[in-house]
């Protein structure tokens, strides 16, 4: 019934910025904790950022100071802003929401995904 949409995933270069946006359907963003995934090739999936649905926000360690996680309640929407990106953020960046419970860092408390977008920066 949940539907989340990822957009806004391309080719940047390092140093450069992205901003990554998640579009809801089927349910009301204000009511889901949210968060941010990563995966790159051969890898874990990576915990990047999470959103509570009381708007405490959390980050991995290696984005901390680096990324911002955001939602717009009005637009149904997640964002999550990336800056200084690096060679080693290149992965599919995928959205998650978790309907119960607060935030969390691990992917198997996220009930819904998004389809993923890529994110590139070369070396």
């Known amino acids: 019934q949940v539907q989340l949409v990822e957009s806004g995933g391309g080719l940047v270069q390092a140093g450069g910025s992205l901003r990554l946006s998640c579009a809801v359907s089927?349910?009301?963003?204000?009511?889901?904790?949210m968060g941010w995934f990563r995966q790159a090739p051969g890898k874990e999936r990576e915990f990047v950022a999470a959103i509570s649905r009381f708007g405490n926000t959390y980050y991995g360690d290696s984005v901390k100071g680096r990324f911002t996680i955001s939602r717009d309640n009005a637009k149904n929407m997640v964002y999550l802003q990336m800056n200084s990106l690096k060679p080693e953020d290149t992965a599919v960046y995928y959205c998650?929401?978790?309907?119960?419970?607060?935030?969390?860092?691990?992917?198997?408390?996220?009930?819904?995904w998004g389809q993923g977008t890529q994110v590139t920066v070369p070396s």
């Open positions: 089927g349910g009301t963003v204000s009511s889901y904790a």
């Open positions: 998650a929401a978790r309907p119960s419970g607060g935030a969390h860092m691990a992917s198997d408390q996220f009930d819904y």
